[in-house]
Nanobody
Framework: VQLVESGGGLVQAGGSLRLSCAAS????????MAWYRRAPEKPRELVAA????????TYTDSVKGRFTISRDNAKNMMYLQMKSLKPEDTAVYYC???????????????????WGQGTQVTVSS
């Protein structure tokens, strides 16, 4: 499976961006997908995750109400709509895919088998 992120860039605080993740290869069996981010000198952080079949979602507290994760299974795409961006959202954003065997939420990075190369999001103040 290959995951390719796009949509990152430079935006002013309060602005919006939409990240996309395109999955290709053997995508059958993906149960959960997620967006992670890593800011300079900070650990990798789960931003949001989605159960691919049922659409259940979870978000880290700092993005609740501002970010929305979604997926289009027919197109093998996942998205992260980001609004009201803050400088602290600056990071490299990665998409990830898990094959859990069951449709379930996954909060652990170690469970995600495939990762994209990342896309930079920079929010200026």
């Amino acid at each position: 499976v290959q995951l390719v992120e796009s949509g990152g860039g430079l935006v002013q605080a309060g602005g919006s961006l939409r990240l996309s993740c395109a999955a290709s290869g053997t995508t059958f069996g993906i149960t959960t997908m997620a967006w992670y981010r890593r800011a300079p000198e900070k650990p990798r952080e789960l931003v949001a995750a989605i159960v691919t079949e049922y659409g259940n979602t979870t978000y880290t507290d700092s993005v609740k109400g501002r970010f929305t994760i979604s997926r289009d299974n027919a197109k093998n795409m996942m998205y992260l709509q980001m609004k009201s961006l803050k400088p602290e959202d600056t990071a490299v954003y990665y998409c990830a895919a898990a094959y859990l065997g069951v449709q379930a939420m996954c909060m652990f990075a170690s469970e995600y088998r495939y990762w994209g190369q990342g896309t930079q999001v920079t929010v200026s103040s």
